[in-house]
């Protein structure tokens, strides 16, 4: 199924924000910043779910769009290192 947004067919490459990483001791973090709402919502990802590929699911793209149209969204996916 195509994405689309109000209709119009969509690249998921174009809708989805850039991806950013970070790495503080053994833990890696991916993490996407976009909207401009007033308020900051923080949504942690499952592990087993790539921040960058939930873009291509329709319905959730929507859903992350029209919460990006009342407030700022932090997505995090973070992975723990074993220790050596």
Do not use: C
Request: aromatic share 14%; charged share 20%.
């Amino acid at each position: 199924m195509p994405l689309t947004w109000n209709g119009a067919p969509v690249d998921a490459l174009t809708l989805a924000p850039e991806t950013h990483y970070a790495k503080a001791a053994d833990i890696h973090v991916a993490y996407q910043v976009f909207g401009d709402g007033p308020v900051d919502m923080v949504l942690a990802t499952e592990f087993w779910h790539s921040i960058e590929v939930q873009w291509d699911q329709p319905e959730l793209a929507a859903f992350l769009e029209r919460l990006s149209s009342f407030a700022r969204e932090w997505r995090l996916f973070a992975v723990v290192s074993p220790s050596s």
